[in-house]
């Protein structure tokens, strides 16, 4: 049994081994990105073919989708999808409870108001039975978000849209590439909305988004959204007539050639994270007290982020220590070399943003339905239970070359659960 490096030992992910660039940025993706500026087709509503409208064709026939709208964030592009579908005031739209703030924000965009569903257990997506009981006369539309990779029960909740006659927007942008029963996320609801920002699984060199659907009048809609409301057509001269409300939410070419390029790697890099993910994966799952993500038998999951879970139970612990117990955990595994981190640090609702309702003008767009009641701690369970007793880890594992340190980080967590009194006793002190 190893000597823990927070009491000294040697840490069990050496500091020379630490490091992990991400995104990986080749020759490739240098010239792609120069080829784009030496283009002279800089914005995406230039006449033809431009490095816009290449992505947009490249990720549609990858992933088997009709259209794409390349956009400049994932953010613009829920807002905007949103804003295609006809979302406005009144409306009320259901969002899980845990998911980056985006999501929550994007109905706010629109004057809506994002309602909570809390989550399920083991893949940390929308709860349908909740998303059910939420559901009122204003409820327009759902936004199941396929957190850390994993896709969300879209069988459920594209029949409980179906039966309400709600739209559904899916935030896939930790998932490009994840299968619900063979169908890539994203072309599965209404209209599917990714992101391309450095941290994600397809990146690009900054910021950027992508938006999805088989209807090509949301497609247009959408396309109009991004440029001013205008319609761009091939081979017609831009006539600067804004024919609805439109922002402008384009993509610039830099971005979408460097994107462009990681997509021809993807499916390499893909191949090699779930070999390398599987078998740290399957390490772990042999720790007691330890859930680690899995793939539920009819998705493929992407592992944007892993998380894991701990039961004190394991470790002799009232379930009421998970919190001291989740931290002290983080302390041991980082002093081994494992940066161990909170993905959400509280459930969405609680942001102060939701609490205190800070949007437009008086109070809009909440006080356009009545005043909600307020949120409560007891709101949330299971959301809140998986914040307390959780840590991600993030990034590292993406890359295609982490293979050897993923094994150290499975060393570290061994090594730790081998000391399970020793975590018992501090966890125990720590009260
Ligand atoms: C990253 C992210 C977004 C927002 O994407 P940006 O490109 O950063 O605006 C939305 N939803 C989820 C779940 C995300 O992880």
């Known amino acids: 049994m190893g000597k823990l490096a927070a009491f000294g030992g040697p840490a069990a992910v050496p500091r020379n081994r630490r490091r992990v660039d991400w995104p990986v940025i080749e020759d490739a993706d240098r010239k792609a990105v120069i080829d784009a500026l030496d283009g002279g087709r800089l914005v995406s509503n230039t006449d033809g073919t431009n490095p816009v409208s290449t992505l947009e064709e490249h990720w549609a026939h990858r992933f088997g989708f009709e259209h794409c709208v390349a956009v400049s964030t994932g953010t613009a592009a829920l807002s905007l999808a949103l804003a295609a579908i006809g979302i406005g005031p009144g409306d009320e739209v259901i969002v899980p409870a ?228 989740r931290s002290t955990l983080r302390r041991l595994l980082r002093a081994e070399g494992v940066p161990m981190s909170q993905y959400q640090l509280m459930p969405l609702p609680d942001q102060k943003v939701f609490v205190d309702r800070i949007g437009f003008g008086a109070g809009y767009p909440w006080s356009v339905i009545g005043t909600p009641e307020p949120v409560k701690d007891s709101d949330y369970p299971v959301t809140r239970t998986v914040i307390a007793d959780s840590l991600t880890l993030q990034k590292r594992h993406l890359h295609p070359g982490s293979g050897d340190l993923l094994c150290r980080y499975a060393d570290a967590f061994e090594k730790v659960w081998a000391n399970a009194d020793l975590v018992t006793t501090l966890v125990a002190a720590a009260s």
Not at 109 to 127: C, G, Y
Not at 141 to 166: E, F, N, T, Y
Not at 170 to 191: F, K, L
Not at 315 to 321: A, S
Request: glycine content about 8%.
């Open 98 to 325: 845990l998911s980056f703030i985006a999501t929550g924000l994007a109905p706010v965009h629109q004057m809506a108001v994002p309602v909570f569903a809390d989550i399920d257990p083991v893949t940390f997506n929308l709860d349908p039975n909740d998303v059910e009981r939420r559901i009122t006369p204003r409820t327009a539309a759902i936004i199941p978000v396929h957190l850390h990779g994993a896709p969300a029960d879209m069988d459920r909740l594209i029949s409980i849209a179906r039966k309400h006659s709600l739209a559904v927007v899916e935030d896939a942008a930790q998932a490009p590439g994840a299968t619900h029963r063979g169908r890539s996320v994203g072309g599965i609801g209404d209209v599917g909305a990714f992101s391309l920002q450095t941290t994600k699984n397809i990146p690009t060199c900054g910021e950027g988004g992508l938006l999805v659907t088989s209807d090509a009048e949301l497609a247009q809609s959408m396309r109009r959204g991004r440029q001013f409301g205008e319609v761009i057509e091939s081979g017609r001269e831009r006539d600067y007539v804004s024919y609805g409300l439109g922002w402008n939410h384009k993509m610039n070419a830099v971005q979408a050639a460097f994107t462009d390029a990681q997509l021809t790697r993807f499916d390499d890099y893909e191949c090699a994270r779930q070999r390398n993910i599987t078998e740290f994966l399957a390490r772990l799952a042999m720790l007691p007290g330890l859930q680690v993500p899995t793939a539920r038998p009819e998705t493929t999951h992407v592992w944007h982020i892993l998380r894991f879970r701990f039961d004190p139970a394991a470790f002799d612990l009232d379930p009421v220590r998970s919190e001291a117990l």
